[in-house]
């Protein structure tokens, strides 16, 4: 059992940085695929980005690409997710997401744990 707690959520200005954290309980975060889905109001929920088990290869929405830095620290069981430009169309409420059997494609029917989710606003 892994639980996932994201935290970072705020109300940033256009053009600002940001930072997501999601902390992962159990020993075996090293074994997961982890990433970043967000669902924006009216909207169905989207891929934003994953790292592979050992943070060796990073992978990207077209949206968020240049933008968005996904990485892990395994002494923390945490993964982050930098947002950087960010734009109003990045208002979402983020979801940070565990895969064990995931590499490519990341998707969600393959999502093993879900954290709760955060919410970050873009005002322009």
């Known amino acids: 059992q892994v639980q996932l707690v994201e935290s970072g959520g705020a109300l940033v200005q256009a053009g600002g940085p940001l930072r997501l954290s999601c902390a992962a309980s159990?020993?075996?975060?090293?074994?997961?695929?982890m990433g970043w889905f967000r669902q924006a109001p009216g909207k169905e929920r989207e891929y934003v980005a994953h790292?592979?088990?050992?943070?060796?290869?990073?992978y990207y929405a077209d949206s968020v690409k240049g933008r968005f830095t996904i990485s892990r620290d395994g002494a923390k069981n945490t993964v982050y997710l930098q947002m950087n430009k960010t734009k109003p169309e990045d208002t979402a409420v983020y979801y940070c997401?565990?895969?064990?059997?995931?590499?490519?494609?990341?998707?969600?029917?393959?999502?093993?744990?879900w954290g709760q989710g955060t919410q970050v606003t873009v005002s322009s």
């Open positions: 790292i592979t088990p050992r943070g060796l290869y990073t």
């Open positions: 997401a565990a895969a064990r059997l995931q590499i490519l494609p990341f998707r969600e029917d393959g999502v093993d744990y």
């Open positions: 159990g020993r075996s975060f090293g074994t997961y695929t």
